[in-house]
């Protein structure tokens, strides 16, 4: 009876391998047009699998290279935004003059404006748990937006990726805004003025500015520094001569 059970392991054994991998005869080309009819069609872990094994198998030449780049998207696709950063990073060093580089950064840039958790969170509310990790991916989808300008100025990509730019300078200043008023309503007036300040000196054509100066001058006489709060007051008169701010800060 022992040696049948092993004649019959044996036999699963060469049963086992005789399976034929039906992949083993595709070309690059056969490899990139199966995950992309995959990617296209809404199965993201198939397509990344293919694209995968497609370098796997063929670590060389425009399909590897463009592989890299789909499973960049793919991922962005599938909800995996690390992944798809890391896939965009990764392309980036490794092919830095790649005619589609252009693309990685712009999918990177795509990425963090449209992050699980990031800038857009502070539009819903301001919590009793802020810190400057909330504003993290609306400064890096910046930089890379505002690098891709400046490097591929001629790229069908650029002009999108300016507008985004400015439109984020603007985010990333009514969030400070946000912050700042989050500590003045909470009494920490030296940190709402420092929070002020920063905006000030960081985003100075934005329309923050009149909430910012407003929300010093009322910070410097909650605390009881008039000449401070007068002083900004005047800035704010001759910058903003409707400010809401004007009558606010007479009130307290």
């Not at 992949?23 to 699998?49: H, M």
């Not at 946000?178 to 934005?206: D, I, M, Q, W």
Request: aromatic letters at 16%; one cysteine or more.
């Amino acid at each position: 009876m022992r040696y049948f059970v092993i004649f019959l392991f044996a036999l699963t054994l060469a049963g086992c391998g005789s399976f034929e991998d039906p992949t083993k005869d595709w070309t690059a080309e056969r490899f990139y047009q199966e995950a992309k009819q995959r990617l296209d069609d809404g199965g993201y872990e198939d397509a990344i699998k293919t694209f995968e094994k497609l370098q796997g198998r063929f670590p060389y030449g425009r399909y590897a290279e463009q592989a890299q780049l789909e499973v960049a998207y793919a991922y962005y696709k599938w909800d995996e935004p690390a992944l798809s950063l890391a896939a965009c990073d990764r392309f980036i060093r490794q092919y830095p003059t790649h005619p589609n580089v252009d693309y990685a950064y712009y999918l990177k840039g795509i990425v963090n404006f449209h992050g699980k958790r990031g800038f857009i969170n502070w539009l819903i509310g301001i919590d009793d748990d802020l810190h400057d990790r909330d504003i993290k991916a609306s400064r890096e989808s910046y930089d890379t937006f505002k690098e891709l300008a400046q490097r591929f100025p001629r790229s069908i990509y650029a002009e999108d990726a300016r507008a985004r730019a400015d439109y984020l300078v603007t985010v990333q200043a009514r969030y400070e805004i946000s912050v700042a008023r989050y500590y003045f309503n909470r009494g920490a007036y030296v940190a709402a003025v420092n929070r002020t300040k920063y905006l000030l000196e960081n985003y100075p054509r934005t329309p923050a500015v009149e909430d910012a100066l407003g929300l010093q001058a009322m910070s410097y006489k909650k605390m009881g520094l008039e000449k401070l709060s007068d002083d900004t007051l005047r800035v704010l008169t001759r910058n903003f001569p409707q400010s809401r701010y004007l009558q606010e800060v007479k009130q307290l």
